[in-house]
Each structure stands twice: as C-alpha cells, then as structure tokens.
C-alpha cells in the first residue's frame, strides 16, 4: 500500500516535497501469519524467516517438527489464535467449499487494528463485502490482494476507491522463467497420464 502510494507521491506534479511522517511499519521481526501451509505457503514461510519474522501458520495438517524447525514456524491450531496474533496475515489456500469466505466479518475483527491482511490464493477466500467494511472503519490497518472475486472487479467497486488497499491483477506467477516452469509440468502430467504412469502432482491426491 505505501509503496503504490509512494509512487503516486513521487511522480505526482503536485509534489514539491517528500514528508518526513510519511511511515510505513516494518516487517523485520513482525509475526507473520500464514493459513494453508502447503508448498507455496511454505516457500513463502521460508523467505520470511530472512526477515527475521515470527512465523505462525494454520493448517489442515501439522508440519512435521523438522519442517517447522528449518523455517522456525509455530502451529496454531486454531486459526483465531494466529489471527489475533499477527501483524500481516496471508492466506495461500485452495477454494474450496470449506475456504469460501473463509475469512469474514467475525475474522477481521479478531485481526489487530494494525495489521495487513495478504491474499494469494482467490478472491471468494475473502468476503469482500466484509472487507470493505473493515478498511472503511479502519478494523484493520490494510490490505494487498493479488486477487478478487470477479476478476478484474466492476469498475464502480467500492474496493478501488480505497486509500488502504493494494490490487494487483492475479500476477504472483506472471514471470517468464514461472510460467514456462507451470507448461513444463502440465505437459509432465499429460505425459504421465498417457503412458498410464502416477501423474507428478496431481490435484486432488487420492
């Protein structure tokens, strides 16, 4: 959020001068809470542990002790426990009947007024309606979402009149070396189906 703000300030023709309270919050040593600790909310759990982050997280399943040790991540079985705990939440899970709107009216008001709710995974993860309200009445302090429920939204969206919020256009994947790497394995799991072999990653395991 500061940092599309940030821009706006740096290239508006109106600035004649940067403010000196214009202040951001850190990340260094803030508690990190990720729901869905699966292989991408792990590789996000691992980058964060560079910041020096505490790392809680909520899953279906525990991480094995080793797994948590090498990131320095702490389980919460309950996902208000992490709620209420962390400075910058990110949801990283499948949509699923049971995540549709999993984080709602109740949710947001157990965040903290200063945190800053992060979604990767899909829009209707995240009741918007609910979202906007929270922003609005400042219940939490922001948020960034990669994606949103339609996508892109209708352009009269109260979401987009927000100081709060930052929309990217579902990019957590939109580089050349990502993309080719996802073609690669569809391709690997067409192959494997043909030749009657295990299917590499599968998505719904059996």
């Known amino acids: 959020v500061y940092l599309h703000t940030g821009c706006?300030?740096?290239?508006?023709?109106?600035?004649?001068?940067?403010?000196?309270d214009w202040l951001g919050v850190e990340v260094t040593r803030a508690t990190l809470g990720i729901i869905g600790m699966g292989s991408i909310g792990y590789k996000v759990a691992q980058r964060a542990r560079a910041f020096n982050m505490r790392i809680l997280y909520h899953n279906r399943?525990?991480?094995r002790?080793?797994?948590e040790e090498a990131v320095g991540a702490h389980y919460c079985a309950k996902m208000e426990d992490l709620l209420q705990q962390s400075d910058f939440v990110?949801?990283?899970?499948?949509?699923?009947?049971?995540?549709?709107?999993l984080i709602g009216k109740k949710?947001?008001?157990l965040m903290k007024p200063t945190a800053t709710l992060i979604n990767i995974s899909r829009g209707a993860v995240i009741d918007q309606d609910a979202l906007v309200e929270a922003l609005?009445?400042?219940?939490?302090?922001?948020?960034?979402?990669?994606?949103?429920?339609?996508?892109?939204?209708?352009?009269?969206?109260?979401l987009l009149n927000l100081n709060n919020v930052i929309i990217t256009p579902h990019i957590g994947?939109?580089?050349?070396?990502?993309?080719?790497?996802?073609?690669?394995?569809?391709?690997?799991?067409m192959l494997a189906v043909l030749n009657g072999q295990p299917i590499p990653s599968e998505v719904f395991p059996k």
């Open 136 to 158: 609005q009445n400042k219940v939490i302090r922001a948020a960034a979402l990669d994606v949103t429920y339609p996508e892109p939204l209708p352009r009269d969206h109260p």
């Open 90 to 101: 990110m949801l990283v899970v499948n949509l699923t009947p049971e995540t549709h709107k």
């Open 8 to 20: 706006h300030i740096a290239l508006s023709p109106d600035t004649k001068y940067f403010a000196v």
């Open 61 to 63: 399943n525990q991480r």
């Open 107 to 109: 949710e947001l008001w």
């Open 65 to 67: 002790k080793e797994e």
């Open 173 to 189: 994947t939109a580089t050349v070396q990502a993309i080719r790497m996802m073609a690669e394995e569809a391709i690997a799991n």
